[in-house]
């Protein structure tokens, strides 16, 4: 599997269960064959909505979702499940029977469940989750479920990966005192009673709004609601409040964390963790489709998959459209280093055309750098690697720190 960069990427795309299954087995022993899948995908991510399901142990988490499962189903949407099961301290080994209380829908063709063994890694997730929500955000799922081990007030990760995090609350949470306590009910942002057929769920959505009512008075709501999973109740409004939310926090999340790794690095730097972050809060460029996959001191790559809306009169893609994706990794490298980077001259040549399907990436590179001017090459290429357009700029360096270079100071 060390060539992932031609049929493997191409099944993994398609949603080959058997190749998404391989991938995510090689991304889990790691090496050369993990790192080369995670550079073919690359390009690729950064369209599913990653969903974060928590909650303590026996909760009712897994039943839960596979009520959401059959919800998502009837929307007509393709849903992938990475659950999270602990591994034996003794052994090693884990029981992985989640998918077990999941099977009703486990073997519909648009439902994809792999569960992995958390191998002691600590914080509710196994250590390579983020890497495998990758191939699975690749392989076109709509939405992406994360559940997590039974989880305390500390199992706390899952808010660096999931868009949108559900915390499962069981009747009888315990008292007002309990429910304030800091940890896993402050990372929610919809917040879910389960079994809520039984007495205590009513005092429970008490307990919870109240707990939200003295810390998050100034904070976006966060809705408390009530589940009977087996029954389907209250399932509808559940995905309603995660549509909701994505609607305003957006998706991606997972590519601001600072100690995500980049496919082309072996560890990503600071400067990374805030270009990603730049280009994540950049309305204009999300709302065309581009996407940053890498980025460094100097550097940074962008994607984008041509779609209908990017085509011009004669068919192919916009010659604005690779201006525009060029120009964003020409902006987000020569904003770097943490200045204030103005563009003051630009130039662009088109080779061949483009057309809807293809996967174009633009990538930046320095060329020389003073103290005021810095000039950048930047190629637009296919996916099978031929040069669409080439890109120079310049900019002139301000004094002045930009969002980067503040996070960084």
Known sequence: MNDVSQPWEAAIRAGDRRAIARAISATEQGGPAARAIALAVAPHVGRAHVVGVTGAPGAGKSTFIDALLGEYLARGQRVAVVAIDPSSPITGGAVLGDRVR?????????????????????????????????????????????????????????AKIADTRLVVCPPGLGDNVQAIKAGILEIADVLIVSKGDLPAAEATVRDLKEMLRLRRASAVPVPVLKTAAPKREGIGAVI?????????????????????GSPSMGSKTPATADIMRLATRDPFVNAVGIRCVDAGPGRATVALDVGDTHINFNGKCHGGVIFTLADTAFGLASNSHGLIAVGIDAHITYHVAAQAGDTLTATAVEVSRTRKIAVYRIEVTRADGMLVASFTGTVYVLARPNEAGEARG
């Not at 569960?115 to 997730?125: I, Y």
């Not at 989750?129 to 500390?154: H, W």
């Not at 309603?240 to 995500?260: E, K, L, M, Q, S």
Request: no cysteine.
């Open 102 to 158: 999941m099977g009703e829908h486990g073997a519909h063709e648009n439902i994809f469940i792999r569960s992995l063994a958390s191998r002691g890694h600590l914080g509710g997730l196994s250590r390579t989750t983020s890497e495998i929500v990758d191939v699975l955000d690749a392989s076109g799922f709509d939405t992406i479920i994360v559940e997590t081990v039974g989880a305390g007030q500390s199992e706390v990760e899952i």
């Open 240 to 260: 309603d409040a995660v549509i909701a939310h994505a609607a305003n926090a957006g998706r991606g999340r997972r590519f601001t964390a600072p100690d995500r």
